[in-house]
């Protein structure tokens, strides 16, 4: 556009903090002396104020100014026509830097009147999104010009938390997939020093990242057993926390894994959160004998009332399962040639507990967790803990990962949450003890990302006791994380039903199309101000476009995802095409063995 033309085609009628005004005073005349150029809704447009400064404003809408009444020109067909009134958002501030123009957000120090409007050419607009190399991260191309990639600052994106939103079929796990790619790319062959987890609840994630750590029970390379449970944990596990008598269960259950811990770690001081190896079937036991213990008495010593041997009472042996005869009241047992009672004060305390506890034991569903083995005979043990801890973070055989992908799609629903639970615990920990022993400072020159995929299913909202265990350790994460080199980038298809405590730490958003008004809503109250209109524009974005907003970002903008190479295992069925396909058979046999095995 010609410089001398711009005050005379376009003009600034209002400037306010969050909108200015601009009239296109007639556009025919505009439009021929600029036919190379469209302003569309998404363009950016520059306001000079004479003195090397340029505010960049964003069109978000426009309308036909109706001319008066007393204009000699109107008429009944022309009355809205010729001139526009545009609604523009200021996003930030161009200054000359010698031969670069420097952009800025925020607008200050400018001089007005303003002397020129114009459309902001490419090399500006690449300006705005441009980042420095070392910390340069590109997944996304503007929406408008797909020659233009958005840039964004990676050290923010990662450090600071990232919720990826969006509902079914808007595109989330191929953006997850792409930002993941984009992250682990390294510009020499060797392995750079990226450390990633997936929790994949659909089993998406293996097409994308096929050299990951894939962990999952189908192959038995997923290995977490039992004892690297805390007690809050294990109680959810085995507990049933609205069962009247629940507190003597926690109780006997607490001092049961104590006290196993203390006799298979001698060595080690002990509480009941150490991730140490007890024996499950030996607390199992503890439990069974507490319920059933009768005691008689011979010679002034008391002995366990069981005839398969005669032993004198002790605590150590309630670990080894004994059969207890019936008190006998006041009557003496024939065998015993004494009166047998009950002692300890628990029996049939624990009928339903040790019922439960049997039922979980037995459930081969749960033999990665209950029943994992190194070998035909061998548990895992405390001395096996680093192994465990490193195959979680990818540093296994000798054959380090950058991806961890932890396959939750193959594990029984009600053990998901506790799965999670524990890994997000055990890497937590894991960082926070590395920072502490760090030498540089306290800090971390290994930092993990966790992303947590349909977040909704197991850090809701609610406050459900069975995912009280994931929700805190997801919390602690998101409020503490960052300052031992933990991130989440939290998924979900409904932002509105996830733990709001977990959503408000997150500082980078890219929402896709969202359809259900809640949602729509939840997510326009975490958007700052300036970008609240952006909001409206969320049930209609096609698919892989994205609002792009937060600390990462030079400015909100909705852009293009890049396609992932490759995509997860995520496409639609296109049902009408199959159904125009001749009739096909099922494989019943085998399908109704996996149900059978799964339940």
Same mark, same amino acid.
């Given at each position: 556009?010609?410089?001398?033309?711009?005050?005379?085609?376009?003009?600034?009628?209002?400037?306010?903090?969050?909108?200015?005004?601009?009239?296109?005073?007639?556009?025919?005349?505009?439009?021929?002396?600029?036919?190379?150029?469209?302003?569309?809704?998404?363009?950016?447009?520059?306001?000079?104020?004479?003195? +090397?400064? !340029? %505010?960049?404003?964003?069109?978000?809408? &426009?309308?036909? $100014?109706?001319?008066?009444?007393?204009?000699? =020109?109107? *008429?009944?067909?022309?009355?809205?026509?010729?001139?526009?009134?545009?609604?523009?958002?200021?996003?930030?501030?161009?200054?000359?830097?010698?031969?670069?123009?420097?952009?800025?957000?925020?607008?200050?120090?400018?001089?007005?009147?303003?002397?020129?409007?114009?459309?902001?050419?490419?090399?500006?607009?690449?300006?705005?999104?441009?980042?420095?190399?070392?910390?340069?991260?590109?997944?996304?191309?503007?929406?408008?010009?797909? +020659?233009? !990639? %958005?840039?964004?600052?990676?050290?923010? &994106?990662?450090? $600071?938390?990232?919720?990826?939103?969006?509902? =079914?079929? *808007?595109?989330?796990?191929?953006?997850?997939?792409?930002?993941?790619?984009?992250?682990?790319?390294?510009?020499?062959?060797?392995?750079?020093?990226?450390?990633?987890?997936?929790?994949?609840?659909?089993?998406?994630?293996?097409?994308?990242?096929?050299?990951?750590?894939?962990?999952?029970?189908?192959?038995?390379?997923?290995?977490?057993?039992?004892?690297?449970?805390?007690?809050?944990?294990?109680?959810?596990?085995?507990?049933?926390?609205?069962?009247?008598?629940?507190?003597?269960?926690?109780?006997?259950?607490?001092?049961?894994?104590?006290?196993?811990?203390?006799?298979?770690?001698?060595?080690?001081?002990?509480?009941?959160?150490?991730?140490?190896?007890?024996?499950?079937?030996?607390?199992?036991?503890?439990?069974?004998?507490?319920?059933?213990?009768?005691?008689?008495?011979?010679?002034?010593?008391?002995?366990?009332?069981?005839?398969?041997?005669?032993?004198?009472?002790?605590?150590?042996?309630?670990?080894?399962?004994?059969?207890?005869?019936?008190?006998?009241?006041?009557?003496?047992?024939?065998?015993?040639?004494?009166?047998?009672?009950?002692?300890?004060?628990?029996?049939?305390?624990?009928?339903?507990?040790?019922?439960?506890?049997?039922?979980?034991?037995?459930?081969?569903?749960?033999?990665?967790?209950?029943?994992?083995?190194?070998?035909?005979?061998?548990?895992?043990?405390?001395?096996?803990?680093?192994?465990?801890?490193?195959?979680?973070?990818?540093?296994?055989?000798?054959?380090?990962?950058?991806?961890?992908?932890?396959?939750?799609?193959?594990?029984?629903?009600?053990?998901?949450?506790?799965?999670?639970?524990?890994?997000?615990?055990?890497?937590?920990?894991?960082?926070?003890?590395?920072?502490?022993?760090?030498?540089?400072?306290?800090?971390?020159?290994?930092?993990?990302?966790?992303?947590?995929?349909?977040?909704?299913?197991?850090?809701?909202?609610?406050?459900?006791?069975?995912?009280?265990?994931?929700?805190?350790?997801?919390?602690?994460?998101?409020?503490?994380?960052?300052?031992?080199?933990?991130?989440?980038?939290?998924?979900?298809?409904?932002?509105?039903?996830?733990?709001?405590?977990?959503?408000?730490?997150?500082?980078?958003?890219?929402?896709?199309?969202?359809?259900?008004?809640?949602?729509?809503?939840?997510?326009?109250?975490?958007?700052?101000?300036?970008?609240?209109?952006?909001?409206?524009?969320?049930?209609?974005?096609?698919?892989?476009?994205?609002?792009?907003?937060?600390?990462?970002?030079?400015?909100?903008?909705?852009?293009?995802?890049?396609?992932?190479?490759?995509?997860?295992?995520?496409?639609?069925?296109?049902?009408?095409?199959?159904?125009?396909?001749?009739?096909?058979?099922?494989?019943?046999?085998?399908?109704?063995?996996?149900?059978?095995?799964?339940?």
């Amino acid at each position: 556009m010609p410089e001398e033309d711009k005050s005379d085609q376009l003009r600034v009628i209002s400037f306010e903090p969050h909108l200015v005004q601009i009239e296109i005073i007639d556009f025919d005349k505009w439009k021929e002396e600029n036919s190379d150029s469209n302003i569309k809704i998404g363009s950016f447009l520059k306001i000079e104020d004479g003195n +090397d400064k !340029k %505010i960049l404003v964003l069109v978000k809408s &426009f309308k036909m $100014k109706q001319r008066h009444e007393d204009d000699d =020109t109107a *008429s009944e067909q022309n009355n809205f026509l010729g001139s526009f009134i545009i609604d523009t958002q200021p996003i930030g501030q161009l200054e000359n830097d010698g031969e670069n123009s420097k952009f800025t957000k925020g607008i200050k120090n400018i001089s007005i009147p303003p002397n020129g409007v114009s459309l902001a050419s490419d090399d500006e607009i690449k300006n705005i999104f441009s980042t420095d190399e070392t910390s340069r991260l590109v997944f996304a191309e503007h929406l408008i010009n797909t +020659d233009i !990639k %958005i840039e964004i600052d990676g050290d923010k &994106f990662f450090s $600071k938390h990232i919720a990826v939103v969006g509902s =079914t079929g *808007s595109g989330k796990s191929c953006t997850v997939a792409k930002i993941i790619q984009e992250a682990k790319k390294s510009e020499s062959t060797s392995l750079n020093n990226t450390h990633i987890l997936i929790f994949d609840i659909h089993g998406e994630y293996k097409r994308a990242f096929p050299e990951s750590n894939y962990l999952s029970i189908e192959d038995n390379s997923l290995k977490l057993p039992y004892w690297l449970m805390n007690s809050e944990e294990l109680e959810d596990m085995f507990i049933e926390s609205n069962e009247s008598n629940s507190h003597n269960q926690v109780s006997q259950f607490k001092y049961a894994v104590i006290e196993n811990k203390k006799r298979h770690n001698s060595d080690l001081q002990i509480t009941y959160d150490s991730p140490v190896y007890f024996s499950i079937e030996e607390v199992y036991n503890y439990i069974h004998n507490k319920n059933y213990l009768t005691v008689y008495y011979k010679d002034s010593r008391m002995y366990f009332a069981s005839l398969t041997n005669m032993i004198e009472y002790n605590e150590e042996e309630l670990w080894n399962r004994i059969n207890f005869e019936k008190s006998t009241g006041n009557a003496k047992h024939r065998e015993f040639d004494s009166k047998v009672s009950a002692y300890g004060g628990f029996n049939g305390e624990f009928n339903r507990f040790l019922s439960r506890l049997e039922t979980k034991i037995n459930d081969e569903r749960l033999n990665f967790l209950l029943h994992m083995k190194k070998n035909a005979t061998d548990e895992y043990k405390t001395d096996d803990l680093q192994l465990l801890v490193e195959q979680i973070l990818g540093y296994v055989d000798d054959n380090e990962k950058n991806i961890t992908v932890v396959d939750l799609s193959s594990l029984p629903f009600e053990v998901v949450s506790i799965v999670v639970s524990i890994i997000s615990r055990i890497v937590f920990d894991f960082l926070y003890y590395s920072t502490r022993l760090s030498s540089t400072d306290n800090t971390n020159e290994t930092p993990f990302m966790i992303v947590y995929e349909e977040a909704h299913k197991y850090i809701p909202k609610n406050a459900e006791t069975r995912y009280k265990n994931t929700r805190l350790a997801v919390e602690r994460i998101a409020k503490e994380g960052r300052k031992y080199g933990v991130s989440a980038m939290i998924v979900s298809q409904r932002p509105s039903e996830v733990s709001s405590t977990v959503f408000s730490q997150c500082n980078n958003f890219v929402v896709m199309r969202l359809n259900n008004p809640d949602d729509q809503n939840y997510v326009k109250k975490l958007l700052p101000e300036a970008v609240v209109s952006y909001g409206n524009a969320l049930a209609s974005l096609e698919k892989r476009e994205a609002l792009i907003v937060g600390d990462a970002i030079a400015t909100p903008t909705i852009a293009k995802i890049m396609d992932a190479n490759p995509t997860p295992k995520s496409d639609d069925i296109n049902f009408y095409q199959e159904w125009k396909c001749d009739w096909k058979s099922i494989v019943f046999d085998s399908i109704l063995k996996s149900i059978n095995k799964e339940k």
